[in-house]
Structure formats: C-alpha cells, structure tokens
C-alpha cells in the first residue's frame, strides 16, 4: 500500500470517526434558546435544533400576546378594556374571551376565591402599575362584567382586570402550538415559572424542579418526571412582597373576600394539569389563596393534581398527585 492510499484510507477513518462522533452528540444533544416577556423571560429546551425564523415567531407571538394581556402597556388591550366605562359594550379578542370566560367559570368553581377583577386592589397595595388604573375605579366588583357575545362584554362596575395569573400560561400553551406545528414534539418551554413539557428528553423523561420556598439559592426541594404532555405551575408568596409602615409584610396574592393579602405566605403550592398551562396558572393561584387545608379539600372534590410545600419540607399532596422524584 502506497502512501497516498494510505493517507486517503486514514483520512476517510478520521472523517467517519468525526461523523459518528457528530452523530452521536446530536443525538443527545439539546438546544437552548431564549428571550424577554412581561418583565421576565422566556425558555425553551429542545432536542430538535430550533431556527432563527422560529425563534423569531416564538417572540412575535409573545410580544402579541403582550399587547393584549398587559396592564403595564397602555395601549394593550386589557388597558383599553381597563379604561373602558361601565354599561357599554366593549369588543374583545379572540384571545381575550379565552382567558376571560376561563377565569369566570374559576371564579364561579371557587366560590369568588380567584378572581381577576381585583386590579385596583392589586395597584393600590403597589404590586401593579398605577399608570393604567382609571379614575375612581373600585377594589372588588360584586357586579362583575357581562359576556353578550364570544367578541364583547360590558362591565357592570368600574372595576381594573389584572390577568397576571392566567396571562403567562395562556402564553405558554401558545408557544406550545407553536412548536408542534411546527414539527418540534419533544420540549421544554418555561415563561416565568410556568411550564410545558412534551415527548421526551431523547427517550428520557424530562425533569422539572419544584423550588423550596424557604431557599435563596433556588434549589429544588422535588422533581417531577413526565413523558408526553405536561403542565406545571406554582404559586406562593417567598418572592413578591413587601412591608407596610406598620412592618407588615403584604403580598401580592389577595383574597377577595376580605381584600386583604393572604395571611399564611409560609408555603407553596404547585399544580401538574394535562389539559393547559393557562389551567395550571389560574389553578395555582385559587389553590394559593385558598390555603393548604381548603385547597387539598378542593384539589381531591375536583381530582387535581395539587401539592403544598409547608414549613419544614413537610409536603401535602392531593389524592391524584403521583409525581415522584
């Protein structure tokens, strides 16, 4: 054998060497991509490469949604319905209905404990923009709004919408149909907190981190493990708060009933739905101001997949939650 043969046999063994090496890290490879949304971010996880033009729709959805949910934008929807004057219909998107008519059939499921015309409430303790709060707008509506079409409402009291617990799953479920249209079936997705899983982590289940609430290191207290489809959502009060003049500490979760921020923000609570991340979102944050005793009462009438991280590590799960770490 010759040395030119020889040079060519070793070039195409180095050359098949680098291939299966290739092949092998694609196959276990993921992709990271990420951006900016409603003052935090948005994640993805992938095993298939995802494109610049993907990612691009991926934002330009987010930043669509934005502009329909955001009461920190002025001119969103959700601010010109906010600004709107009682007893007039008001037309609403497609978008709008779906996150409005869900959150009401919450508030009726829950006896008035979520509820998302609290906006005033919210504002007035600082825990929104008071550049979108109209004049002499009220804290709790007791005659709520009206739907007289799937494309339009009247608002019965001069009430603000805050949609900051159904907004960013609504969104998730959105990139969610994205990606599967798009031929992606196995990803994570992660806005704020809120997340999807879907297929799996090359033939491996896809992990998420529940975070313990009483930890400043972000460390995770359970995982939980899923193939296919799942969405996970958690509320609790360890991050978003403040103190009054009195030294009080205030929260951003309120019950609507007494007006006032939740008074045990010991714990948290997380919510797996097979059904939405809008349904997980809203869930997590009537399942919050309920409280753990209420709650899991609520989670097993309603067959939830519900669990409170109390003080102490000590975790209360509902009767459907069997997710292991």
């Not at 037309?91 to 008519?101: A, G, K, P, R």
Request: negative net charge; charged residues 20%; proline residues 2%.
């Amino acid at each position: 054998m010759n040395r030119l043969v020889l040079s060519k046999l070793i070039a195409l063994l180095i050359g098949l060497g680098c291939i299966l090496l290739a092949y092998n890290y694609n196959k276990s490879a993921t992709y990271f991509t990420s951006g900016p949304i409603f003052g935090t971010s948005w994640k993805l996880v992938t095993t298939e490469y995802v494109t610049d033009s993907l990612k691009q729709s991926i934002q330009n959805e987010l930043n669509r949604i934005d502009l329909i949910a955001s009461n920190y934008k002025t001119d969103s929807e959700l601010s010109f319905i906010n600004k709107s004057p009682t007893d007039q219909i008001i037309n609403i998107s497609d978008e709008m209905f779906t996150m409005l008519s869900f959150a009401e059939d919450l508030y009726i499921k829950t006896s008035g404990l979520y509820d998302i015309t609290l906006g005033s409430l919210i504002i007035d303790e600082g825990f929104g923009p008071m550049a979108s709060m109209s004049d002499e707008s009220i804290q709790v509506s007791s005659k709520r709004f009206e739907f007289i079409s799937d494309s339009s409402i009247i608002k019965n009291d001069n009430f603000q919408f805050d949609l900051s617990s159904i907004a960013k799953g609504f969104a998730v479920d959105s990139v969610s149909r994205i990606l599967l249209a798009a031929g992606k079936n196995n990803f994570l997705i992660d806005i704020g907190g809120e997340i999807i899983i879907n297929g799996s982590k090359h033939n491996q289940p896809w992990a998420i981190g529940i975070q313990d609430p009483t930890s400043i290191n972000n460390s995770s207290i359970i995982n939980i493990f899923g193939n296919d489809f799942l969405a996970v959502a958690t509320s609790g009060e360890y991050r978003n708060f403040k103190y009054n003049d009195d030294g009080e500490m205030i929260s951003h979760t309120f019950n609507p009933i007494s007006k006032t921020s939740i008074p045990d923000k010991t714990y948290s609570v997380s919510v797996v739905s097979r059904v939405s991340s809008m349904e997980a979102d809203a869930l997590a944050t009537a399942l919050n101001v309920m409280g753990p005793e209420e709650g899991i009462k609520f989670a097993n009438e309603k067959d939830l997949s519900v669990m409170y991280i109390m003080q102490g590590k000590n975790l209360i799960k509902s009767n459907k939650w069997n997710y292991n770490d």
